[in-house]
């Protein structure tokens, strides 16, 4: 009745911090039996965390006095309290299945190699990237001949990188025809600079189909607006419970 | 009966007043005191009183049970400091952007902290830092401007907003601007919000890079270079400058700086990251909210609640904000709580644009407003009356422009500035393709129409940020910036 005349009297329930907070409480008690216990906390606390440190009536529940003084505390810019310890953790809840020890290495254009680089991609990318860029300042001194197509770029692109043979035939093109309009061009690029390090090879028959650097506009648009599916053309670029 | 009314009456009286409903706002006639709060980066689809099922923003959605909540409010510039400097003027981003990161506003200009000093109230900003910077951002009619950490949260600034609120002279209406960037990258917050939505109890450092680094994360892949690039449009990149040519092209250097994979499993925890963060930022809203309250000054206050611009979440296999105006990065929320939550619980679906705050917050104050806003008052909408809104709402970034109306939008991609801005319109709907032209949900008769929308709009644009000085912003925020993922700071 109080509460009743309470609410006629002010208007309603006033905007509080426990009101603020409740709903945090209650998303953590996920078994909804009114109390948020330890393990209900470490669900979702970084791992390391003290629940004593938070529940400072030792009573084994979070309350939200208790959880406020936690977010109050809790500088977002410093994730470390509320014991200094480093945010990242070694290890994954949705870890995938680990490599015996002794297995062999993943073959060379697997997009397993290293934490999850897709290498070959990359160095399409990259490649394709730099000479599309060098062909459109060449071209926009003068559209002359000599300039390599976009079907060669792209077949230097699908070699595998910047500093195979394909693409070094390419950038001799590309910096012959730079030279003669007088435009720019990288001299990292240039044949006496490659020429001192090793020719990369070829990964163009590895080549899975829809790889990066294939159609570099290509999207998988949703008509509703939501999130990209997953191609089935493209190279499986890493799947869930992949250790990165 | 008539007896047993009066009783009640005098009843429920005696108890409240005996019992009290809080503390009351000083005695003061006059313009009502006016708390705008921008939460950074923060997606309209994301709000429960906008249609999320989620709970992310429990207090959010006990605001709008008191407050007027804009179900289609547009940003019109997905860069915070651009965003900010055309809401407080009420421009377009056009009419006031300086350099890519720094706004500029013209002295021609005015702007609400200004108009508002001008008619008796007290103003202070309380910001966090990042584009909002003393350094780069206008502090033109505050009295006091004052900036937390960089891409500070609302935990950073709200102790200073209420350290201000308490010294404020009760006399007199106040004007209180508070920002957070709970929502922006990096999104991860502390316990337990951090994970609360990820079904994680820690990340691994790949992942931890990830979450934080969102901003050059493209299509599935990390770019480490993705801050030298420029997109001329969504399907053409090119280095930017001399430096990122250079740094792109050297096959070793290269070589030391893969692209990685971002697997499906690590986009969703992105998603998953970001909500946390809404509901942190919700949580803080929440606090403020009662720590107003608290003090007596909830029912004399109008309360403004927007988000800045929204995010992408890998929309169109975009994260961040860089190289699209959809509704994933200009959707926002917008609410507004008249004091006491007068005419509150209501909705309105009219398109609005975050220009019209300005306008309003004037006619609320009582203010006379400037020439040259270009946004309208939703004063009228506050009030229930009947409230049609824009038929188009106007986008722009990035080289990028865009239109929006009940049916879709058509966005155009490469175009530069006034004075060339018509001619790039003319000509970037003359190129075929998705390169240079991006829609959604239109047909050709839509898009013919959003065309001449913006044509009419481009010619009510003046170009008044050209008489303004262009602040140059410090390396060190510069620095500060690229980590957060601007690949156009400079």
Known sequence: ?244 | MRHRLSFWIFFVGMVGGSLGCGPTAPERSGPPNILLVSLDTFRADRVGALGNPNGLTPNLDRFAAEAVTFTNAYSQSIVTGTSHASMFTSRYPTEVEGGARAPSIATSMYTLPEVLGAYGYQTAARVAGGDLNPAVASQRGFDTYESSVDFGSLWHTLPLALDWLDGADPEKPFFLFLHGYDAHPTYLKPTPYGLLFTGHTSLTESQQQTVGATGLVMDGLRHPNFHRLEFLSRSMLRPRTAEGRVALADPVANAARPLEVISQADQELIRDTYDGAVAYADLQFGLLLARLDARGRLDDTVVVVMGDHGEALGEDGLFHRCCALDDAVTHVPLLMRLPRGEGGGKRVDGMVQLIDIMPTLLEVAGATPPLGMAGVSLAPALRGEPFPGRRVAVSQANRMLSARDASGRLTYIGVQAPPNLLADIVAAARLPGPAFVATEGTDSSDQAALRQEMVRWVRTLSNPAVEAEVTATPPALLEKMRAQGYWDAQ
Request: with cysteine; charged share 25%.
């Open chain 1, 1 to 244: 009745m109080m509460g009743l005349l309470w609410f006629l009297a002010c208007g309603g329930p006033r905007f509080t911090e426990v009101a603020a907070i409740a709903p945090t409480l209650a998303r953590l008690d996920t078994d909804k039996n009114g109390t948020v216990t330890e393990a209900e906390y470490v669900a979702v606390s970084f791992k390391g965390f003290s629940f004593a440190a938070v529940d400072t009536d030792s009573s084994g529940d979070l309350s939200a006095a208790e959880l406020l003084t936690l977010v109050d505390r809790s500088n977002p810019a410093d994730l470390t309290y509320p014991r200094p310890a480093p945010v990242v953790m070694r290890g994954q809840a949705r870890q995938g299945p680990q490599k015996p020890h002794g297995a062999s290495p993943a073959p060379r254009s697997a997009p397993s190699s290293g934490r999850g680089v897709h290498r070959s991609g990359e160095a399409r990318m990259a490649a394709l990237m730099i000479l599309e860029s060098l062909r459109a300042e060449v071209l926009a001194e003068v559209p002359g001949h000599g300039v390599p197509s976009h079907e060669e770029l792209q077949a230097a692109a699908d070699s595998g990188g910047i500093n195979t043979a394909e693409s070094r035939a390419v950038l001799l093109k590309l910096e012959a025809a730079a030279d003669a309009v007088g435009a720019d061009f990288p001299a990292s690029l240039r044949a006496e600079k490659l020429a001192a390090l090793p020719v990369a090879e070829s990964d163009a028959p590895q080549r899975a189909p829809g790889a990066i650097g294939e159609g570099s506009g290509r999207r998988d648009r949703r008509a509703d607006g939501g999130p990209p599916r997953s191609d089935p053309g493209r190279p499986d670029r890493g799947r869930p419970g992949t250790l990165r």
